[in-house]
């Protein structure tokens, strides 16, 4: 039992949530996040996929990420990490409208809005039924809407644009 107690702690605190300052914004997806303690986390934000870097929207997806987060204050949720050690949550920050309002806006969700990330439906079930829904709503108002990746006539799912070019 002893040597189990070491384990369980660890498991408990690699998969905590995270507060701290967007330090990086590495793409439309994946951000670094320093807390209090100066420890730097790499984030990847779930129930999204955003356009890799070179692929068209790429470098427009991550500037709007950068100017929901960069340099605020983040609560990030968290319960897995990636096989590339990246934290996996939903990042909330402070609307830059509402100075009042707290850690109120869902990154991950208003990069869907903004026609900058696609829904990641593979990984749908890991996602609260709600969620599930207002991520599917996100993103059909930006395809309607022809915002972000949605003006291009034919945009490419990251997912097939990165089996494409391996």
């Known amino acids: 039992m002893k040597a189990i107690l070491p384990l369980l ?3 408990s605190l690699s998969y905590a ?3 701290g300052r967007v330090v990086t914004v590495t793409d439309g997806d994946t951000i670094k996040v320093l807390d209090a303690g100066n420890i730097e986390y790499k984030v990847r934000l779930t129930g999204i996929d955003a356009p890799e870097r070179g692929q068209p929207y790429g470098n427009a997806s991550r500037k709007n990420l950068a100017s929901l987060v960069a340099g605020k204050e983040v609560f990030v949720v968290s319960s897995k ?3 590339y050690g990246r934290k ?3 990042v ?3 609307p830059s409208d509402c100075p009042s309002c707290g850690k109120t806006l869902d990154a991950n969700y208003a990069q869907i809005l903004a026609g ?3 829904w990641y439906r593979y990984y749908a079930k890991e996602q609260s039924p709600e969620d599930r829904g207002r991520y599917e709503s996100a993103e059909d ?3 309607a809407r022809a915002w ?3 003006a291009d006539p034919d945009p490419i799912n990251p997912y097939d644009w990165r089996k494409l070019h391996r």
Request: proline share 0%; with cysteine; aromatic share 16%.
């Open 9 to 11: 702690l660890f498991c």
């Open 17 to 19: 949530d995270i507060t």
């Open 81 to 83: 990490q990636d096989i």
């Open 88 to 90: 996996l949550g939903k």
């Open 92 to 94: 909330w920050v402070q």
């Open 116 to 118: 900058m990330a696609w």
């Open 141 to 143: 108002e930006a395809k």
């Open 148 to 150: 972000g990746l949605w």
